[in-house]
């Protein structure tokens, strides 16, 4: 299968990332020769939440420079297929080497297929999953989150949260200068911790029959949804419907304890 990039055009206005890993959904020709992005190439996951409300409403989205119409771009349902465009061949091989290692556990966790890898060229590869992960902003967070993570270098013989913990990656600042920076992703998993297994333990709990695609209990305008609906940010605060379902599951649990 041929990759084609598509030219979005639009000026993103994104968080600092210390791994410039770039994502998308995918989106695959009727005759199936060839597979393109659905939309712009991002390196914040929250924009995945957004194209999820536009195909709920099926009206345009936009937020932060991001645009997605749903009645002029088409993404399937039926599966999730996520484009990830590695910045160089290191992280290539770390994502090909991780994701084979860790999917498993996670699949079995959750009760949920992770998927299957396809090699696009030599820097693009295609994620097919289920379309579960496609059913709610919390989902797609977390599912673009563990893809993101297997771009890391990663000490095998732990598990991925024992990586993520403590993680550090070497970065270059606005001067050039390297440093050792604590990832982004290390502050989503420490400030998720405390709820995280339990959320993918319950996935699909949490997720059958979510009045809105956001997770929320209402519905949400695209600042809400972009910037509070991910599965971080449910999993500490208990926001809407999918975080007060998950607040019902962990309390108990710490009150045991």
């Known amino acids: 299968m041929k990759f084609v990039k598509t030219n979005w055009n639009q000026n993103l206005s994104e968080i600092g990332q210390q791994l410039n890993v770039k994502f998308a959904f995918g989106v695959i020709s009727e005759d199936k020769t060839t597979v393109t992005n659905g939309m712009s190439f991002v390196k914040c996951r929250d924009f995945f939440g957004d194209v ?38 290191t992280t290539y091989n770390n994502f090909l080497t991780n994701f084979k290692h860790h999917r ?23 994620v097919t999953a289920n379309k579960f992960w496609m059913k709610s902003v919390p989902n797609i ?34 001067t050039g200068a390297l440093l050792n920076q604590t990832t982004n992703e290390c502050n989503y998993y420490n400030k998720s911790k405390h709820a995280l297994v339990v959320m993918l333990e319950n996935i699909k709990r949490l997720n059958k029959n979510l009045p ?43 009150e045991a304890a």
Request: net charge neutral; charged share 20%; glycine share 6%.
């Open 52 to 89: 999820l409300l536009a195909l709920e409403e099926n009206v345009t989205k936009g937020i932060y420079g991001f645009s997605f119409n749903p009645k002029k771009h088409k993404i399937d349902t039926e599966h999730t297929r996520i484009l990830v465009q590695c910045p160089d061949i």
């Open 104 to 126: 498993t556990t996670f699949a079995e966790l959750s009760g949920v297929s992770y998927g299957r890898i396809r090699k696009l060229n030599d820097l693009t590869i295609m």
């Open 141 to 174: 967070s977390w599912f673009t989150y563990f893809l993101k993570c297997c771009c890391y270098p990663l000490d095998n013989t732990k598990t991925l949260f024992e990586n993520l913990e403590t993680q550090k990656y070497l970065t270059a600042d606005w």
């Open 212 to 254: 809105y695609v956001s997770g929320w209990d209402t519905q949400k305008e695209i600042n809400t949804v972009h910037n509070s609906s991910g599965f971080s940010a449910m999993c500490a605060n208990y926001w809407g419907e999918f975080g007060s379902r998950l607040g019902k599951l962990v309390n108990p649990l710490k």
